[in-house]
């Protein structure tokens, strides 16, 4: 979900700020909370998507923080921590209305993994039902930018594939924008005033995708209190987006090929099988014949579902539209955040044009956003891009700012603030592999982990993996 608010609670103020640079690191926007009492004065002034709660906290513990929080805004999604829980504290937190509930020391991939469902589940159960607005033309496809031979084949395939039922397979690099692509099939569809349901198959842990995607009668399983509407329900007369399906099971698989082929759900517990009227647009980042040749995946299945394969170009591939875009996402991150940075000149221009843009256009809206709130204003230079777009060899030497602000500073803050800013870089660039983001950092894995460790983001046996 872009441009959440996520607010953090935790009197452990290293806890509390590594935690917050992770996700301002991830594109959201983070407040923090020294305590429970902190946490509610501030969620009464600002709209906020997600809270994430350590459970031992002064004034107001964690439990009371979260009965409140429902009480008073009862869609705010809510995860907690702790390492002091047991089974019965465990069970009155999800009573009071938790969605996720992790034990410190926990993994920074695991966090960002419930993060990212609890944003999706917000986002699902705050959706406006109504008439979507009918595309009569190109123009309707005008959030999709690029003027490329490439793109403008995407266009006409997009417009003639749209009002068919068919199914639709997006196959194309992370940040390629296969999502939009799907969106854009369905707001030109039949269907178009009527559910766009995204599921990402790859954040969904897999013990809990068949019943987020089929739905659960009360009683079918321990912890199903309740009957629950699945995925293909919700999308019932429109669309279902399965995004990242290359990562679903194979005992799924065998069940999504039932539902394509009869266009009957059975949700789990259930004795009757249900209709369903649902448009399936699915998506990957891997290569899922290369899959099925080694029996990761279903043939029968990728048959089915590529009936309409959609591959996606990427960036490096069309970089003569990296001038729109650059265009574009200034005049939105501008607005957005009350910066008046006019262009990018043309020595930026040159340099980002040489770069490969291995996260596509992800990671091109990624840099503007950054550069420009950085700016401020006034025109963007190469020196003002981050050392890899440069294209500077060898590894970036990184110095903290040096001006001593009039009314001074936290030393100590600083630097924590610059040390967990650099860990966090490491480890994205890594896909978090600590051994990797170690030699990034000049450090010992083990000073690594050390590190890590006393941020309460890794397991105490963490050192004996292989990674």
Known sequence: MENATILIADDDRKTRDFVAALLKYKGYTVIQAIDGKDALDKIEENQIQLVITDLMMPRVNGLEFVKRLKAMRPDVIAIAYSAYGNYEMTQALLKAGVFFYLEKPFKLEELEAHVARGLEHYQLQTQKLGPAPRAKNRGQLSHIIGEHSKMQSLF????????SDTTVLIQGESGTGKELVARAIHDLSSRSARNFIAVNCGAIPDELLESELFGHEKGAFTGAVSKRIGRFEMADKGTLFLDEIG???????????????????????????????????????????????????????????SVIPIQLPPLRERKSDIPLLLGSFLKKINGANQRSVTEFDQSALDALMNYDWPGNVRELENLVERVVILKGRGKISAPDLPEKYRGSAGRATVTAPSTLPEEGICFNSVIEEFENRLILQALERTGGNKKEAAQLLNLKRTTLIEKLKKRNLVPSDDQSSPD
Not at 156 to 163: D, F, M, P
Not at 252 to 273: A, C, N, W
């Open 156 to 163: 006409e395939l997009i417009e003639k594939v749209a009002n």
């Open 247 to 305: 990562e679903m099971k194979p005992n799924l698989q065998v069940k999504l090929l039932r539902v394509l082929q009869s266009q009957e759900l059975d949700p789990i517990g259930s004795t009757r099988p249900k209709k369903i009227d649902v448009r399936i647009i699915a998506a990957t980042n891997r290569n899922l014949e290369e899959q099925v040749q080694n029996r990761e995946f279903r043939e029968d299945l990728f048959y089915r579902l």
